[in-house]
């Protein structure tokens, strides 16, 4: 059974607005209670963009993540 992530309005998906997560961008100052959500994103094989130091700490994680700027080509500001 493929893991599938539905955008949800309280208990309910609306019809015609199940979306399966493909990719997801993470950039914080604070880095507290975000390895385990990344975990969560690697294990469901959503692929994760990224800048500067939050960069860092997930490839320092063993995380791989997608640089914004390679995506962009504007440099990031860390």
């Not at 990344?38 to 994760?48: E, G, R, S």
Request: a positive charge; charged letters at 20%; glycine letters at 8%.
């Amino acid at each position: 059974m493929e893991n599938q992530q539905k955008i949800k309005i309280g208990n309910r998906v609306p019809l015609g607005m199940e979306k399966k997560i493909k990719s997801a961008l993470i950039s914080v100052f604070y880095k507290d209670g975000l390895e385990p959500l990344a975990k969560t994103l690697q294990k469901l094989n959503i692929a994760i963009y990224s800048t500067g130091g939050t960069q860092k700490f997930l490839e320092d994680l063993g995380i791989p993540c997608i640089s914004v700027e390679s995506v962009t080509g504007y440099p990031s500001n860390c």
